[in-house]
């Protein structure tokens, strides 16, 4: 079992060089679909995801049906500020299939068309919407892959880890 984001069309490389560095750390494969808002070779999308970006997993889509084919019958779930059903009321326990996240553009999120055919893939993240019209996207990654990889008790993850200078010891 393998948890995947992936990146609708992403536009801002600090948000894609941010996610790239969260998958490094959680053993999450990154899948981008293009086209993409900027190069990845963009000094800033290396600059956020520092020297992890070569331990990243990384699939390009040419578009979201190429992408839709890999997921094949694997749990897809979209995540959007319009969907009705919260994504911590989610059961990602599973293993014996791959979860794959699905965010949208920040600036449009994905398609209103695609999001209407599957709505009941459709998760939110609680949020004051008066306040606010969306989370930053890095960070609503990492808590939808926290969420799942909490759920799952952090497999292949080390939950403590000892440090030759530990500043706890």
């Not at 995540?79 to 994504?87: C, D, G, R, W």
């Amino acid at each position: 079992m393998t948890n995947h984001i992936a990146l609708f069309e992403p536009l801002i490389p600090a948000n894609t060089g941010n996610i790239s560095r969260t998958c490094a750390g959680t053993n999450t494969q990154l899948h981008l679909i293009e086209p993409l808002g900027f190069s990845t070779d963009d000094k800033h999308l290396k600059r956020a995801g520092l020297d992890y970006w070569d331990k990243v997993g990384i699939h390009y889509h040419k578009n979201l049906e190429a992408f839709l084919e890999v997921v094949g019958e694997s749990p897809l779930y979209l995540i959007s500020k319009f969907a009705e059903k919260v994504y911590s009321d989610v059961d990602y326990t599973d293993t014996s299939k791959d979860h794959y996240f699905l965010f949208g553009k920040e600036t449009t999120g994905l398609p209103k068309e695609f999001m209407q055919e599957n709505r009941d893939k459709a998760l939110r993240i609680p949020m004051n919407d008066e306040h606010v019209r969306s989370l930053n996207l890095s960070n609503t990654a990492n808590i939808l892959i926290y969420e799942a990889l909490r759920q799952q008790d952090f497999t292949g993850l080390e939950k403590v880890h000892t440090y030759e200078n530990d500043k706890l010891k």
